[in-house]
């Protein structure tokens, strides 16, 4: 039998508010053990995401793109950790950050994950952002990895449905 699953969707964001939305309707349904890998350029819209992402978990405090902090852990009913990765020189430093218990724990997103790839576990969303023109993004996001009615499968269905 075909499995015509659908693990992959184009993304055409015509505003930050639109990346926002993205962002929250996953937030919206994140439980522990999200790990969403943000791909793309300085301005690509990924700590917008990721700002909707926290509203979306109903979580307080700001999210920025943190200039000299690696991860920002955001504490709620669910916990949220933003990690920049872009200053980072190793992946092992993220074992720092708490990365094991968060991976656990809470919903984890990482921006430049293609600096990290190889501690990211198999299954993941991954979310990549391109500069489409002004107030215009586009992307797609994808479903790694193996595995059905987890965390991001929800994930990514929530993300899809407009
Ligand atoms: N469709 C869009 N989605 C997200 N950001 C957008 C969009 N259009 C314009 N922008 C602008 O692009 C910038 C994105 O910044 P940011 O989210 O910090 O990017 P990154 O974290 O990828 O470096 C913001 O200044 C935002 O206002
Ligand atoms: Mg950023």
Same mark, same amino acid.
């Given at each position: 039998m075909t499995d015509s699953?659908?693990?992959s969707a184009r993304l055409v964001l015509t505003s930050e508010a639109q990346t926002e939305a993205l962002g929250q309707r996953i937030g919206e349904v994140a439980k522990a053990g999200l790990v969403i890998g943000l791909y793309g350029?300085?301005?690509?819209?990924?700590t917008a995401l990721v700002r909707g992402?926290?509203?979306?978990?109903?979580?307080d405090g700001r999210v920025r793109s943190p200039t000299f902090t690696i991860a920002s852990l955001h504490r709620g009913a /669910?916990?949220?950790?933003? /990690?920049?990765a872009y200053r980072l020189d190793d992946p092992a430093e993220l074992a720092l950050h708490g990365w094991q218990?968060?991976?656990?724990e809470g919903v984890i997103a990482v921006e430049?994950?293609?600096r990290v790839e190889s501690i990211l576990p198999a299954r993941r969303l991954r979310i990549d952002l391109a500069h489409g023109g002004e107030g215009l993004r586009q992307g797609q996001i994808?479903?790694?990895?193996e595995g059905r009615g987890d965390a991001i499968e929800d994930a990514f269905l929530a993300a899809i449905v407009c």
């Open positions: 699953r659908t693990t350029e300085l301005g690509a819209g990924k992402l926290a509203r979306g978990m109903a979580l /669910v916990p949220l950790l933003h /990690v920049d218990e968060w991976h656990q430049w994950a293609d994808r479903l790694l990895g």
